[in-house]
């Protein structure tokens, strides 16, 4: 399956939002319906309500063909709830991303999950990746996860070593940032 991209935030939002919509819509113009004929149905078998009675299993039987809830609505109104948690959980506070290349070696291995804080530097929408509120700056050291402009869909794992101002350069295996040598206990 390679060169195939899944783009699961994308996905996440279409999952809520139809499975919050159809349940909305049972809600307001279909569940009145059933609650109104389930009413009817109790007035037909009066006594629905006695455990051993031959009418409670006919009224049961008939509430299970004629009233009963859509398959595709219970199955709404069940996964609703959890994938909005998901939503939420994975679009603004955390997100799981496995370390793709060995760029990161010996700090992370290729293959290794980390959990980013979606929140440090900022929230950004889901999907559109824009940012809607600036909280810190990064600072040297911070690992960071970034889509850069010209690639959407690859994301990047890297560290830190500059900040706005500073001059980086790599000479023979060595880092210097601003003229001095960095190493890397001093990026942690």
Do not use: C
């Not at 007035?43 to 009224?59: A, H, K, T, V």
């Not at 994938?83 to 070696?105: A, G, H, K, N, Y």
Request: cysteine-free.
């Amino acid at each position: 399956m390679s060169g195939v991209t899944i783009d699961f935030p994308l996905i996440l939002v279409i999952l809520v939002a139809g499975s919050g919509l159809i349940w909305l819509l049972d809600a307001l113009f279909l569940a009145p319906g059933r609650r109104k004929l389930v009413t009817e149905l109790q007035g037909q078998y009066p006594e629905w309500e006695q455990q051993d009675s031959p009418q409670r299993q006919q009224f049961e039987a008939k509430v299970a063909s004629t009233a009963a809830e859509p398959v595709l609505v219970e199955y709404a109104r069940s996964f609703f709830p959890v994938l909005l948690v998901v939503f939420v959980l994975r679009s603004f506070l955390v997100e799981p991303f496995q370390i793709p290349s060995s760029s990161m070696v010996p700090t992370l291995e290729v293959g290794d999950y980390i959990l980013v804080n979606k929140f440090t530097y900022g929230i950004r929408l889901p999907v559109s990746r824009t940012k809607v509120m600036d909280l810190n700056d990064p600072e040297r050291g911070d690992v960071m996860v970034f889509f850069p402009p010209h690639m959407n869909d690859t994301y990047y794992i890297k560290r830190v070593v500059g900040l706005p101002g500073d001059t980086v350069s790599y000479r023979g295996k060595r880092l210097f940032v601003n003229g001095v040598q960095v190493s890397r206990k001093d990026l942690g």
